[in-house]
């Protein structure tokens, strides 16, 4: 079944203790991202990557990191969590020729205490 | 910078047709997308307008004007699993997806 998966689903954790979140999609897509989804602001566009080894700021990189060196895996790096990254986030995929059809993973609910 | 305008509620009765709109301020970019959400869900991909006019994709259909910075969401014959959040969407210059706060439709028997 093609999908984009994100582990955990949930987490609860502490200030300042590192945690990733991972992604993964067997659709062989080329462009993979990150979003946050806060009450009434919508999805915010963390990280994106275009290919392997190509990553770019969105609008709210700030404490984030990301790597891509396979082009199925996206993971997301908090290495320093703060009570401001409680979030909603979303890992999401598109194919090379239609960057504005993503699919989205099931999300990951993240309480930073 | 670049943002997205949409309203925050729209409620509309079962059968009936609503439009849910979207202006925008950029200064580039490749087209404008909708998603919809339920709630507890993630966000699944309806359509996408590149260039100017109606997009049809069975009871949904999308509109873009470049010229006035708008676009818009229609669906026909609404049904209760249409009760969901409507999102907006545009691609910038740089390949940056950039979203609308959303459109929480609210469908009435």
């Known amino acids: 079944e093609a999908q984009v998966t994100q582990n955990p689903r949930y987490l609860i954790t502490v200030t300042g203790k590192k945690l990733t979140v991972t992604c993964s999609q067997n659709?062989?897509?080329?462009?993979m991202s990150w979003y946050r989804q806060d009450p009434g602001l919508g999805l915010r566009q963390i990280y994106y990557?275009?290919?392997?080894?190509?990553?770019d700021k969105g609008d709210v990189p700030e404490g984030y990191k990301v790597s891509r060196k396979e082009k199925r895996n996206f993971p997301l790096i908090l290495e320093s969590p703060s009570p401001n990254q409680t979030s909603l986030y979303f890992c999401?995929?598109?194919?090379?020729?239609?960057?504005?059809?993503?699919?989205f993973g099931p999300g990951t609910r993240l309480t930073v205490l | 910078g670049q943002s997205l305008e949409q309203p925050s509620e729209v409620t509309a009765v079962e059968g009936a047709i609503v439009q849910i709109n979207c202006t925008y301020q950029?200064?580039?970019?490749?087209?404008l997308s909708w998603y919809q959400q339920h709630d507890g869900g993630a966000p699944t991909f309806l359509s996408y307008?590149?260039l100017d006019g109606l997009e049809e994709t069975g009871r949904f259909s999308s509109f873009l004007s470049r010229s006035d910075s708008y676009g818009y969401l229609l669906l026909q014959e609404l049904q209760m699993k249409d009760s969901a959040s409507y999102f907006c969407?545009?691609?910038?210059?740089?390949?940056?997806?950039?979203w609308g706060a959303g459109t929480k439709l609210i469908i009435k028997p």
């Open positions: 999401a995929s598109s194919p090379g020729d239609s960057y504005n059809e993503q699919f």
């Open positions: 307008n590149a």
């Open positions: 659709m062989n897509h080329e462009y």
């Open positions: 969407a545009l691609m910038d210059s740089n390949y940056q997806l950039i």
């Open positions: 990557s275009m290919n392997v080894e190509v990553t």
């Open positions: 950029t200064s580039g970019f490749y087209g």
